[in-house]
């Protein structure tokens, strides 16, 4: 019934040997949470030293836009970064639903060159691991790191539905079959419990207005990614442990099934859920990227 005992919920967490004072908002507390995106949250203290400085571009995932990094990217401007979050094909103010994996990979592709960006720190959540492991093999010499963030690793050959539970990939491919579009709509209670099962009622039900359906096709596209294997980049996979969306156990987690497909890897862990965390705290998650991505 649960994806973790209850007992990993209550610190000190078994993989963690401290905690700074401050560092740790329990994911349950009844404190306060940001709204709108770009407001630092309720007495959430980071007492860290000065951070290297980084240029970071970030890649949402599934039933989300770009707005999806409003906060991170705050917060990460906050402490100097550079941070870019590019639409892609598809998605945000693109009307057009029927696009493939590859117009997903070349609208950042493109974003990345126009920009003439260098060093950069490749972030990838949730669908958007495949579409930075696409971009890694056209741009490998712009990137300085790539970042997993509970996202997928896809094997050559592999698409993301082929990762998803019997169960869970039937139920995607009716919800597709019903639309007359080609795209998927998460219904809420899905949503509720797999997306956002930290949240609040009121904060899920306000994260589940800004979603919209989801292209079905780059879901299904299986993925050439032989090149993908070759590449020296360093990656990192961050890992947040109350993320609802694969049980882990039955074979299908993030990690360590997504993560062991990197290689050599650094892993940081948070206590998050899949986007609950972007909305009520950003500058955590915007730490933990900061400490995948720096030297």
Not at 196 to 224: C, G, H, M, S, W
Request: charged share 20%; hydrophobic share 40%.
């Amino acid at each position: 019934m649960f994806s973790y005992p209850p007992q990993v919920h209550y610190f000190p967490y078994p993989d963690c040997r401290f905690i700074l004072q401050g560092y740790y908002n329990a994911p349950y507390s009844p404190g306060g949470w940001p709204w709108p995106y770009d407001t630092r949250e309720v007495e959430e203290n980071y007492l860290l030293p000065p951070q290297q400085l980084l240029t970071f571009v970030l890649v949402h995932g599934s039933w989300a836009d770009a707005h999806f990094w409003d906060g991170i990217a705050a917060e990460l401007r906050r402490s100097g970064h550079t941070v870019y979050a590019p639409e892609y094909a598809g998605h945000g103010d693109d009307p057009n639903k029927a696009v493939t994996h590859s117009m997903i990979t070349k609208s950042v592709v493109d974003f990345i060159t126009g920009m003439n960006l260098h060093e950069i720190i490749l972030v990838g959540h949730s669908f958007g691991g495949t579409v930075i492991q696409k971009v890694a093999e056209q741009v490998p010499d712009r990137i300085k790191r790539l970042v997993f963030w509970d996202a997928f690793v896809l094997r050559d050959g592999e698409a993301a539905a082929d990762e998803l539970p019997p169960a869970t990939r039937q139920g995607f491919e009716q919800l597709r079959a019903a639309s007359h579009d080609d795209t998927i709509m998460l219904p809420f209670p899905l949503f509720r419990d797999l997306f956002v099962n930290t949240a609040t009622l009121e904060v899920a039900k306000q994260i589940y207005e800004r979603i919209t359906p989801e292209p079905a096709k780059p879901l299904f596209e299986k993925l050439d990614l032989k090149a993908f294997y070759t590449l020296p980049t360093p990656k990192s996979y961050v890992f947040f442990y109350q993320d609802n969306v694969f049980a882990a156990g039955e074979g299908y987690g993030w990690y360590p099934r997504m993560s062991s497909r990197l290689g050599l890897y650094r892993l940081i862990v948070g206590d998050g859920d899949h986007m609950t965390d972007s909305v009520t705290r950003p500058a955590m998650v915007a730490q933990k990227l900061y400490e995948a991505g720096r030297d």
